[in-house]
């Protein structure tokens, strides 16, 4: 990488959740803003537009980053130092088929992108795609680094760091984007009363430790100045739990975090970062108990209003490229995203710390090395090195270890394409309760989704 211009390759530009983010930093930054962004989407209808706007922004504000564009990734990849993979073909449609199905056989999924069927479904479809990808890294571009920012996360990042050893990868999720975690977590312990009073010397005596399975990690520890903050912290959401359905955003993944969020701590001892999320990773809120619990049953995620979102989403580019938004309003319309940040420091050595999906190389100390969890790291060129938690809690150890064997078993079955390890790891699986209901969900799945997996799933 010559100094300070980095090629940067996005694979699944039409990403709407990455890519006009990512179009941002590359702009904004000053260690990016030399380089190279490089927009591949097979849908060249969504990539023409996505790399006339990159155009657009970069002439706007004057910066040099050179844009590029192609349907064929293979026509980009060559001098990358970076590959962001952030694609997902027709996700709306089929994660609304996999959570209506499961919903079907008494299966709850709030999400349905990273465990229960949805999950591994969802990785049934993206990771052939993403394991195709490596090995035209291997052998286009062996040296550039590889952030994998698809769900299943750990899944995906698991099957990179286990099939592709040879490139150096790390997999991300933007729950834990640094140092907005931290920050609204410094609010919830009353150290400040709006996100603008935080500064340097607060962050410096606030400590906090987050570490688990991606979309189920934990705040295990919360000192502020050396004096515990996590009671007040729950607490917080203990309060706002009481009133969160009124307003705001009602929507599946949304609704009732507080409350859950409350009741977990009061169990475990430790608080949920990612709820909306971590409450599909249990059975409590299945609807399956005898007695009627105090927060009902998931929510389902909503399809139709995700393809609103997305429509919306498309909109607003439409007028960016129109001129009905002037083009100078992007860059206060748009902020950092987790990946372009991470790249940032990358490139710049910045010393900035970050959570990412990685090994546990002993940082854990009660799980194994090869544990793939979501810790806070120290991220370089030369690296990806998590920083030291100690001990995972009882009961939630044992949780996380259940959702591992699940990934490990999802990931080894796609790669594999065995249908012994598909069962096994939909059995596994803690939202799976009977074999009868998971078998039938296979064999439902596998026929409603024919056109989108791999053949050899029907040989």
């Given at each position: 990488?010559?100094?300070?211009?980095?090629?940067?390759?996005?694979?699944?530009?039409?990403s709407l959740f990455f890519g006009r983010q990512s179009i941002w930093q590359m702009v904004h930054s000053e260690y990016l803003n030399k380089g190279t962004?490089?927009?591949?989407?097979?849908?060249?209808?969504?990539?023409?537009?996505?790399?006339?706007?990159?155009?657009?922004?970069?002439?706007?504000?004057?910066?040099?980053?050179?844009?590029?564009?192609s349907t064929d990734?293979?026509?980009?990849?060559?001098?990358?130092?970076?590959?962001?993979?952030?694609?997902?073909?027709?996700?709306?449609?089929?994660?609304?088929?996999?959570?209506?199905?499961?919903?079907?056989?008494?299966?709850?999924?709030c999400s349905g992108d990273t465990i229960g069927p949805g999950g591994i479904f969802r990785a049934?479809?993206?990771?052939?795609?993403?394991?195709?990808?490596?090995?035209?890294?291997?052998?286009?571009?062996?040296?550039?680094?590889?952030?994998?920012?698809?769900?299943?996360?750990?899944v995906n990042g698991m099957a990179l760091s286990r099939y592709a050893p040879k490139l150096k990868s790390f997999a991300l999720c933007d729950s834990h984007h640094m140092p907005h975690k931290k920050i609204q977590y410094a609010e919830r312990a009353g150290i400040i009363q709006d996100k603008r009073e935080y500064t340097s010397e607060i962050d410096h005596k606030f400590e906090m430790q987050i570490a688990?399975?991606?979309?189920?990690?934990?705040?295990?520890?919360?000192?502020?100045?050396?004096?515990?903050v996590l009671p007040a912290i729950a607490e917080s959401m203990k309060r706002t739990a009481e009133t969160e359905t009124l307003g705001g955003d009602t929507g599946a993944k949304a609704i009732f975090n507080d409350a859950i969020s409350y009741q977990l701590y009061d169990i475990f001892g430790s608080v949920p970062t990612c709820t909306g999320h971590s409450k599909e990773y249990l059975p409590y809120w299945q609807g399956l108990g005898k007695l009627k619990d105090t927060i009902p049953p998931l929510s389902i995620w909503e399809t139709e209003d995700r393809y609103k979102r997305h429509a919306d989403m498309w909109q607003q580019v439409d007028q960016f490229l129109s001129?009905?938004?002037?083009?100078?309003?992007?860059?206060?319309t748009f902020g950092p995203d987790h990946a372009t940040d991470i790249i940032e420091n990358m490139v710049g050595n910045l010393g900035k710390p970050f959570f990412i999906n990685t090994l546990n190389q002993g940082a854990v100390t009660n799980m194994n090395d090869d544990a793939f969890l979501e810790l806070l790291c120290e991220v370089t060129m030369d690296g990806v090195k998590p920083f030291p938690v100690g001990d995972m809690p009882r009961g939630i150890r044992g949780l996380q270890e259940l959702v591992l064997d699940t990934h490990e078993l999802t990931a080894e079955a796609v790669v594999e394409c065995s249908h012994d390890k598909l069962r096994r790891a939909m059995l596994t699986d803690p939202l799976v309760n009977s074999i009868a209901d998971a078998d039938q969900i296979i064999t439902e799945l596998l026929e409603l989704e024919r056109d989108i997996l791999p053949k050899h799933w029907y040989v």
């Open positions: 990488m010559s100094s300070h211009k980095p090629k940067v390759v996005v694979l699944g530009a039409g962004l490089a927009l591949v989407d097979t849908n060249e209808v969504r990539l023409n537009k996505m790399v006339k706007l990159a155009r657009m922004v970069a002439e706007a504000n004057n910066v040099e980053l050179r844009i590029e564009g990734r293979k026509q980009v990849l060559k001098d990358a130092d970076f590959v962001v993979l952030s694609f997902a073909e027709d996700t709306v449609k089929y994660r609304g088929i996999d959570c209506a199905i499961s919903e079907k056989y008494g299966i709850r999924m049934m479809r993206e990771l052939p795609v993403i394991m195709e990808c490596a090995r035209d890294i291997e052998a286009i571009c062996p040296e550039a680094w590889v952030i994998n920012y698809i769900n299943p996360s750990t688990g399975v991606n979309h189920f990690t934990w705040l295990l520890k919360a000192e502020y100045e050396g004096q515990d001129g009905e938004t002037p083009i100078e309003a992007y860059m206060s």
